[in-house]
């Protein structure tokens, strides 16, 4: 079985500033890693995703997450965000067979003008 | 082309009901899986279905949760004797296959039993 822990219930910062959205998981076997976002009133959106090969993946809005075997993390990073970006970032697992995505609590990325 | 639909977009029902929550996902894709969304809980996997057979039904909360999946496209949902505790957003995600992990998910319904 996999879980995930993201540390962080909200996370509040200005815009233009970096943020780091953290994550980690517990699985014994390999494993597939995700990035979801929900902005308000809308569905989940994929956001990236680690499935293998380079450890550094990006996404189109700028966005980029590394996995970390060791430290079992799959942070998620931004060097700088816009008050687009406010939305509930969910990082989820999928590995060993496991038909279904396990899924973290949710980061609530909080932009402030 | 058109994303994962689902109907309806909010039910509300009385504790006892049964409710039926419906899923059509992207044509073509093979997988197709039911998640909730709750403030306690979180998003929960319920079940997944390859074409039209779901191997493991071992996620469902309770025997009165239900799914079905016809002709490798539409799935419904199915809660019989509807509880309070089941108020939830029901999502539902297709895939082009198990093995590619890209899971597109719907808008949701979101359940209330009063």
């Known amino acids: 079985a996999q879980s995930v822990t993201q540390l962080d219930s909200q996370v509040p910062v200005f815009e233009e500033a970096p943020v780091e959205l953290r994550c980690n998981y517990s699985?014994?076997?390999?494993?597939?890693l995700f990035w979801y976002v929900q902005y308000p009133n809308q569905g989940l959106q994929l956001l990236l995703k680690y499935l293998s090969g380079s450890t550094l993946v990006e996404s189109i809005n700028g966005f980029e997450a590394e996995f970390n075997k060791s430290q079992t993390s799959f942070h998620l990073r931004k060097p700088s965000v816009h008050i687009s970006d406010t939305a509930e970032y969910f990082c989820?697992?999928?590995?060993?067979?496991?038909?279904?995505?396990?899924f973290g609590k949710g980061t609530h990325l909080i932009i402030q003008p | 082309g058109a994303g994962v639909s689902q109907s309806p977009s909010n039910k509300v029902t009385e504790k006892g009901k049964d409710v039926e929550l419906r899923c059509d996902p992207i044509?073509?894709?093979?997988?197709l899986y039911w998640y909730r969304q709750s403030l306690g809980q979180g998003l929960e996997f319920l079940i997944y279905f390859q074409g039209n057979s779901a191997p493991d039904k071992s996620g469902l909360p309770s025997d009165r949760f239900s799914a079905e999946r016809t002709g490798g496209s539409v799935s419904t949902l199915t809660i019989q004797r509807t509880q309070q505790e089941d108020s939830a957003v029901y999502l539902c995600?297709?895939?082009?296959?198990?093995?590619?992990?890209?899971?597109?998910f719907g808008p949701g319904t979101r359940l209330t039993v009063l």
């Open positions: 044509s073509g894709h093979t997988a």
């Open positions: 989820a697992v999928k590995g060993g067979g496991a038909d279904g995505l396990t």
């Open positions: 995600a297709s895939a082009w296959d198990r093995a590619t992990d890209t899971q597109y």
């Open positions: 699985s014994s076997v390999s494993v597939y």
